[in-house]
């Protein structure tokens, strides 16, 4: 028993470091309303218009993140697999630059570098930078999932069948390799999900309504309403991170099986 | 269904001009990371080192010397260097407890699925949480008042070491993330090895198990330091931005809304220096990986 000690010792030290916080959040969060505990802050925040377009924003361009940049690496990804494996690890260099130059870094560059252009001077133009930096973000996750996710299939005789049929790249590429690595896709799509919805650092510098510079504006006028959001924010980012491990377990016996 | 006499017909082409054709099948790919990454990083870079009338000039980096800008730098070099340190230990220990440590396997799994959400779980939301814990009004403040401890005004959440307090929260979980593998890459024949020879569980872990680990261990450690380096938001939510006495990222920040510092170059200059650390850390990380790898390859 002695001999576990340790073990449980640090063990029990992280899940105090990590719950702690989680569970004084959520007791604060149900003390809006003096001396009961209720769900107020829950619902003040549900209820806010401003809650619901800022998410509803951030959804939106969430989205649209994944969407661009599964259209960016998917066909990327299954070309350098199929034709230049020399480039692979440049690929693989640009992917994980985002992890080089940090966001506040990142939407700095951008915007002095696109200033008084149409892409800084209006709404729009802003929320393209927006989704350009994001879909930059999700290059290292969704680069690696869909990598893994095409070398698990054999794409050199699936893209080679499709010829032999007739088809052409666009075919091939949106009814064999998209339908293919859909699994490894979507565990990229989620943890871009997860990153989007939280993300305040760009959406705050580009000045868009987004989820993120909401929250923080919203702890400056009211209490208890932001740990509600935290334990709003921290069951979304949950939920996104479960959908990945639960993908991933069926992912796994798909791959174990044709091998 | 695309023609069947288009695939054809391009069949003879792809073999005589091969290398232009099979390029341009990257090219969104690069035009993408060319215009949202590397064109404005580069220049921001370029013009670090040019001043107002577009001349070559070193003197947005000397400028860097200032005395505010060199205090915000080492703040977050010392926030970094703390962070890295209390996460990576913390986090390191962890990781054996869950795997060498012989914990059950349900508890692995619970750490491992915790630790992809929490480090996941920063900036604002992260920020909330901890003043709902630790700040003035915070549960576990309150808690402590009860049971006679005051933590104010000795210790603040608004501080180096309140701040650093709320960055191991994702420090850890990365950690652990990382170095979970790592000690389950470990073979059991080495132990056993070294226990048929007459080692002692101290023997084993100062001759084998930590020289193995240790590349690993500190390349971890090193990403754990660009980590909160580059981090923003959490430090943004509980500072609340002001442009004195503060982390780098808030100082670059501070440059988009306003031109606090009167020129644009030493903004330039300000987010070189930042790309130039976290280069270097990165470029470390890796190395030591590779280290590691020729005997944590599974």
Redesign the interface.
Known sequence: MLKRFWPWFWFLVGAVYFLVPLYATFDFSLRARRGELSFAAYANVLNDIRFVESFWFSLQTALATIAISALVIVPTAYWVQLRLPRLRPVIEFFTLLPFVVPAVVLVFSLARTYSRTPLTDSREGLWVLLIGSYVILSFPYMYRAVDTGLRSINIHDLTEAAQSLGAGWFTILARVIFPNVYVALLSGAFITFAIVMGEFTIAALLAQPAFGPYMNRLASSRVYEPSALAIISFALTWAAIAAIQWIGQGSQARVAGPR | ????T??QASQPVVRRRAISW??L??A???L??A???????L??IA?SFLDQERRLTLRNILELGRPFIVSSYVYSLQLSAVTAIGGGL?GG??A???TT???PRP?RNA?L??S???S???????A???????GQ????TQWLRSVGINLYPAFSLYSFWGLSVVY??FQ??LM?LIMAPAFEGMRREWREAAESLGATSWHYWRFIGLPILLPSLLGTMVLLF?NA?????TA??LTGGGSQGNVV?IL??A???SDALAN?GL??AL?LG??VI??FC?GLYTWLQRLSARWLRS
Do not use: D, E, K
């Not at chain 2, 269904?1 to 069947?4: K, N, R």
């Not at chain 2, 949202?36 to 990083?41: A, C, E, K, V």
């Not at chain 2, 909330?128 to 630790?134: D, S």
């Not at chain 2, 009004?137 to 576990?140: A, C, D, N, P, R």
């Open positions: 269904m695309a023609p069947l288009q695939t099979t390029w099948g990257v969104p790919f690069f993408f990371v215009a949202f990454l590397i064109w404005p990083t220049s921001i013009q913390l220990l962890l054996y407890a869950i440590g012989g914990l508890l750490v699925s915790f992809g959400v929490a996941n779980f920063a900036g604002v939301p992260l909330f949480a901890f003043i709902a814990t630790l009004l915070g549960v576990v191991i929260y850890i979980p652990v660009g380096f580059g981090a923003h938001a943004f939510q990222t670059i920040g440059q988009i809304s644009p903004g330039n987010a930042m790309i976290m280069g990165i």
